[in-house]
């Protein structure tokens, strides 16, 4: 048993940027990584592609992270890698595996900073072999470095997307398509943030560049998708779109999907943090403070798994939440927190302020948000999404019930991917709020694990 | 065929054997990756209704990746990078590249 004063759940940029400003104010960090090397998904080996000075061509923005994984190496923090947090006890206790060993950690404070993963795009055919997300494309950019053949299909909307797409286009790669199914009616409830393009109008500006640069390239964009069906039996082989009433179909080596992404709440839910349900970006989020505190004292989340803010919003949440475990360890009146954290919150005010108008242009389309149709919504257990609707009818109140009834949410996955759609297509059903409804009930241990990693555990002093 | 190009990339290439077939990706590719860029489609069979699956988000969160790896079972493959002579064993044929 080992035990610090904070534990840092994720080493993305908000883990990251806790850890090197709460180092800086005496604390003891330990960050607990599931990955090989720091640097979360957006700065997905990052080490290694700027050893071999090719983290340029997967972005500007991917590579000016290196800096941010140069600090926190030479912070102070305990980094451990490959390790995999099962449970947390709302005092503090962490249980976790380091390849197949595992050890209890006792730490005073902990913070969430699991960061976010792909909304699903709950299409008929997406759990066909060939289907994969864009951010899983973006990885294997990352990671093996490779890119997508020319008859692969890019289906979707959102900033991700168009970066991807432009990423591939400044590269001279060729993909047969993208299908772009952002919801045109949905400028017109942007227009009221209006004021978010201002504050954020670098944002918005790189973001236009990135399409022009798609509309410049030879790949194909094709806007005003309202449906998509893939099709195949032992794998993908054609994709079907609705534009303008019209259906068209064509042959696809492969489909990457992407609605967005949304905050992974798995760990946060687990430990028994309250939850809401976050209109604006169709998701649950962990009750907080500004601050990152959550419902449970000794529990405290930044970044993305808090709500959808990007890295740069991610890393000053980071650097707030370690002032405010400096506060509640005593090192900080509230005082002095405000004044060590004064331009961070000016900054974090700033990314944040572009976030209701890309929330409302990309909210996602009916389909994505409550599916409807003999497909399926749960993929671990192969639930349909036309049975949750009939579950609801005949009965079933909440999503819990639904997933005591067709086990949806019991997979594998734990929910981790199904549990928006049902409870937005419960909610629906009932004409309640998807907090009415959910989120499940998540239950440790937060992944599976074998008996030998439990047996490890009493074996370890 | 792989959703993948697999083009000449720069770095350290290790090699791993998938399905009974030696395979070489770079270094920091995961064990998933090194599976579908050997050209396997389905990776495993759902037990639920005996579709064929494949990885999906490739960061662990959607556990289609499930995979034996070094004799353990049920390992998310795209957790795990690869090491040399990893032995990677998942449903699937290994396909010629062209």
Redesign the interface.
Known sequence: MTSCDLLIVGAGPAGMSAAIAASGFGIRVKVID???SPGG?IYR?IE??HR???AASVGVDYAQGISLVQQFRACGATYQAESSVWQVNPNGDVYLTTRGSSQKVSSQFVLFATGS??RPAVVPGW???????V???Q??Q????????EK?WIAGCGPLAIYYAANLAAQG?RIAGFLDTAVPRNRYAAMRHWRGAITGADYLLKGLSYLARIELSSIRRIGSVTGLEILGD??VKRIRWLSHGVWHEEHA??VLLHEGVVP?TQLAQATGCAHEWNEAQTCYRPVSTPMGQTSLDRVLVAGDCSAIGGARAAALQGRIAAAEVATKMGIFSTDQRDHSIRTAVKHLKRELSVRPLLDSLYAPRDEVRHPEGPQIIC????VTADSVRDAVRAGCRTVDAVKSQLRCGM???QG??CGIPVACLVARERNVEPDEVGPYRVRPPLK?ISLQDLASLAATP | MTIFNVHASQGVLLAVNVNGSDVCVRSGSSAAAAALLAGVEATRISPVDQSPRAPYCMMGVCFECLMTIDGEPNQQGCMINVRAGMIIECLGQVRERA
């Open positions: 599931d990955q090989g998904q080996n290694e592609n071999r000075g090719v993963m792909e759990t066909l072999p060939g289907v994969m997300t951010g899983a494309a990885i294997m990352k990671t093996a470095g490779v890119f997508p053949g692969v790669h032992s794998r080596d492969g992974h993929r671990c257990e192969a997979g594998p996955c981790r991917v599976p």
